[in-house]
């Protein structure tokens, strides 16, 4: 069983789904793109993933603040304004019926092309948008027991040739970490910057605890989550020090606790990295009570939208 950050609780429901190409609605198994779109042939697209409880999307403008900044990045033009991807995900949502506990993915490519090449000029249509609802719960089992990390050999790159924090398709270094953590029999990868820092996760980002401080990277060669960005937020709040800095696996196996932050799994405790033990198992004091106050501005958050 997977027991990584992304393991959900089993729900028959997401057989049925139906999932929006293009603001056309498919059956799961009917849903499919063209072996010449440009995120199949060389990865260029971006994408964002969110949650809807409650009947309202959580979060919602940070994430389209972030893929609007993505694809302006890459120099894609996306023909659709803010309000009408809202309502294109509203329609997705309400033709699956879903309420609660549901994670949405959203894909933009740059489109298909007439035959396989990287050049965007030969791109003959305009952008893919697919969206994925599911009816997907944290698994709490996974959640109170934590994960292990182990630490890659892969870097996270520089930003003068893929920004760390650009949420694009082109992942592969990443799976290439995990694979290399999954060979060591841990549940994901640590990832350390280009000069040797502790960035991130494969997948989530990192943070370690020490007395009463949370230390996390500077942010330069990670993705910028939402739930990070959260966190960091939430410890200004509540007067807890949290520090955006350097630290090394020399700082970070003397941790009293760590964990990752993510959309999908919120703060999840890491017990263990490359075989040393971090704290006591499970959620740590800290690490807990962040969790908490996670959940709260949560529902601050829907309470927002009513």
């Known amino acids: 069983m997977v027991k990584g950050t992304h393991n959900a609780v089993e729900d028959e429901r997401n057989k049925d789904i139906l999932i929006s190409i293009n603001g056309e609605l498919f059956p799961r198994q ?15 697209g971006v994408w964002e993933a969110f949650r809807y409880h409650q009947g309202k999307m959580v979060f919602l403008d940070k994430h389209l603040d972030r893929l609007w900044q993505s694809a302006k990045v890459v120099g894609m033009h996306l023909p659709f304004s803010r309000e009408e991807l809202q309502s294109a995900i509203q329609r997705t949502l309400d033709a699956n019926q879903m309420r609660d506990h549901v994670h949405v993915r959203v894909m933009v490519t740059r489109g298909i092309k007439k035959t396989p090449s990287q050049d965007p000029r030969f791109t003959i249509s305009g952008p893919n948008v697919v969206i994925v609802a599911e009816h997907k719960q944290a698994s709490l089992e996974n959640k109170s027991r934590g994960i292990t990390l182990w630490t890659s050999t892969i870097r996270r790159g520089s930003p003068d040739y893929l920004d760390p924090r650009l949420n694009c398709h082109s992942k592969l270094h990443e799976v290439q970490a ?7 029999g841990a549940d994901e990868a640590l990832m350390l910057d280009v ?8 997948s989530t980002n990192f943070f370690m605890v020490k007395g009463k401080e949370v230390w996390t990277s500077t942010g330069q060669y990670c993705m910028n989550g939402i739930t990070r960005g959260h966190v960091i937020e939430l410890c200004e709040r509540h007067g807890l020090v949290c520090r955006e800095k350097d630290f090394s696996l ?31 198992g499970g959620f740590g004091s800290v690490t807990k009570q962040l969790s908490d106050w996670y959940d709260q501005l949560i529902e601050e958050e829907i309470k927002r939208q009513l």
């Open 30 to 44: 009917d849903a499919k793109i063209s072996v010449f779109d440009s995120g199949y042939l060389v990865g260029d």
């Open 250 to 280: 020399f700082d970070l196996y003397g941790a009293d606790e760590a964990f990752v932050t993510g959309t999908f799994g919120g703060l999840t405790p890491v017990n263990a990295i490359d075989g040393k033990p971090i704290g006591k």
């Open 178 to 184: 995990l694979i290399q953590a999954l060979e060591a």
């Open 195 to 202: 000069n040797g820092f502790v960035s991130t996760c494969n």
